[in-house]
């Protein structure tokens, strides 16, 4: 079983709709990143989190810290979103990633 | 914001020889500096950490002597990949942070390493 589990592996939405991108982990973290990887592997990181949420632009970010999930939300998608979002959480030293979710969005 | 540098950004080279990637925080001290690799089509795994100063942490299963790692100072982790074969051929990409279990990390832009 993997210790983070991201929501869906795929998805595609049309451009202007509202984009929810789920993340569920199993071990106790002390951080929780959301990161960007656009075609050609560059990645960006758009969020850490311990607690709360967080937005920045049309990105926002939550977490559950007792129930242990976070969750990301575009809103207004644009085509310039599609990307792959990667869930990662950090407990020490030690970094654990989900496999990713894939989103395209069409104009 | 923080900026993380690889280089190269895209290496090609033949079986048997070795490659060296450099990962710089190019504004700000990194006392740890972590390296993932990633296969095609799937999510990024943590190979080693890097303290400034000290030896590398290298993940179960991720051969030391053939990906050593260089952490000489504070803006600068090496990944030194040896004897490089077909296999190898991966997405390297580092991540720099200031220290503390809560710092964020900074993602350089990856390095794409094929072994012919």
């Not at chain 2, 993940?59 to 296999?87: C, M, R, W, Y």
Request: proline fraction near 4%; glycine fraction near 8%; aromatic fraction near 8%.
């Amino acid at each position: 079983k993997n210790e983070v589990e991201q929501s869906p592996q795929n998805l595609t939405a049309q451009e202007g709709e509202f984009i929810t991108i789920n993340c569920s982990y199993s071990v106790g973290i002390s951080a929780l990143h959301w990161l960007q990887q656009h075609p050609g592997g560059g990645i960006v990181s758009l969020f850490m989190l311990s607690s709360g949420k967080k937005k920045h632009g049309r990105l926002i970010a939550t977490i559950n810290i007792q129930e242990k999930h976070s969750s990301l939300h575009i809103t207004a998608s644009h085509p310039r979103d599609s990307a792959v979002y990667i869930c990662a959480v950090r407990t020490g030293n030690q970094f654990y990633f989900g496999t990713g979710t894939s989103l395209t969005v069409i104009p | 914001g923080a900026v993380v540098s690889q280089h190269p950004s895209w290496v090609i080279c033949k079986s048997g020889t070795s490659v060296k990637i450099e990962c710089r925080s190019l504004d700000f001290q990194a006392t740890t500096m972590f390296w993932y690799r990633q296969f095609p089509k799937q999510s990024l795994m943590l190979m080693a950490t890097s303290n400034e100063g000290s030896k590398a942490t290298y993940e179960q299963g991720v051969e030391k002597d053939k990906f050593l790692i260089n952490h000489a100072s504070l803006t600068l982790s090496t990944l030194t990949v040896t004897s490089a074969h077909p296999e190898d051929s991966s997405f390297y990409i580092c991540s720099a942070g200031s220290g503390g279990h809560t710092d964020t990390q900074y993602f350089g832009p990856g390095t794409r390493l094929t072994v012919l």
